[in-house]
């Protein structure tokens, strides 16, 4: 079974809020989803044994958080290639729950389960 790993990082709470329905979304396919923040992450060896990667950081100002490109880094030197194809593009929501961002979270799932077939 496929396994898919998602790395979020958040502020408010809302990020971690939207990798879970990501992951939802990915689990309605059948693949496995394990949702982490990306403090969990502390050497390349922690992501790996993945089929897939999500990583989504809350944006300051249009800056990622600092968490997340640290890791971004380490994400570099961990040997994903062929693992990181971007599906239709990223996903952008301020909150899952203004203007259908529940669903629109769900179908991202959905689309990147579907890429790993």
Same mark, same amino acid.
């Given at each position: 079974m496929a396994r898919v790993l998602i790395v979020y990082s958040t502020?408010?709470?809302q990020t971690k809020k939207i990798a879970e329905l990501i992951a939802e979304g990915i689990r309605f396919e059948g693949p496995e989803a394990k949702v982490t923040n990306v403090t969990q992450i502390k050497k390349k060896t922690d992501l790996q044994g993945y089929d897939g990667y999500v990583f989504g950081s809350a944006t300051y100002h249009g800056e990622m958080m600092?968490?997340?490109?640290t890791m971004l880094f380490l994400a570099e030197k961990a040997n994903l290639e062929g693992k990181m &194809?971007?599906?239709?593009?990223?996903? $952008?929501?301020?909150s899952s729950s203004l203007?259908?961002?529940?669903?629109?979270?769900? &179908?991202?799932?959905?689309?990147?389960? $579907?890429s790993l077939t």
């Open positions: 502020r408010t709470g600092q968490p997340m490109k &194809d971007m599906v239709d593009g990223p996903l $952008r929501l301020k203007g259908g961002g529940t669903q629109m979270a769900q &179908d991202y799932g959905k689309e990147i389960a $579907r």
